[in-house]
């Protein structure tokens, strides 16, 4: 079993800049991707960014276009999703995924754990 543990998400101005973290614990990683989506109100989950430990490519949703940074830490088993230059519609839950397979894993339904949201909210 993997818990999931997000932090970070806070109120923000447009053009502001912020990074979420997640927490990642209870069983051992030799091999895993590890994603972020998010989930507006009234939106389904949508893909944001992902990194399979082992693959130098990160892979990202379309609307990044070069915004966001995913990140992680093997040694701490922590995850990071570094986010300039926000927009009001970047507003949403941010969910911290985790998933046994390799690659590019934009289907949420190849994630098996979740963590519980942050809230992220901008400002016009």
């Known amino acids: 079993q993997v818990q999931l543990v997000e932090s970070g998400g806070r109120l923000v101005q447009a053009g502001d800049s912020l990074t979420l973290s997640c927490a990642v614990s209870?069983?051992?990683?030799?091999?895993?991707?590890m994603g972020w989506f998010r989930q507006a109100p009234g939106k389904e989950r949508e893909f944001v960014a992902s990194?399979?430990?082992?693959?130098?490519?990160?892979y990202y949703g379309d609307f990044v276009k070069g915004r966001f940074t995913i990140s992680r830490d093997d040694a701490k088993n922590t995850v990071h999703l570094q986010m300039t230059s926000l927009k009001p519609e970047d507003t949403a839950v941010y969910y911290c995924?985790?998933?046994?397979?390799?690659?590019?894993?934009?289907?949420?339904?190849?994630?098996?754990?979740w963590g519980q949201g942050t809230q992220v909210t901008v400002s016009p």
């Open positions: 995924a985790h998933s046994d397979e390799w690659g590019f894993r934009p289907n949420p339904k190849d994630y098996k754990s």
């Open positions: 209870g069983r051992a990683f030799s091999s895993y991707t």
């Open positions: 990194s399979s430990r082992g693959i130098y490519n990160q």
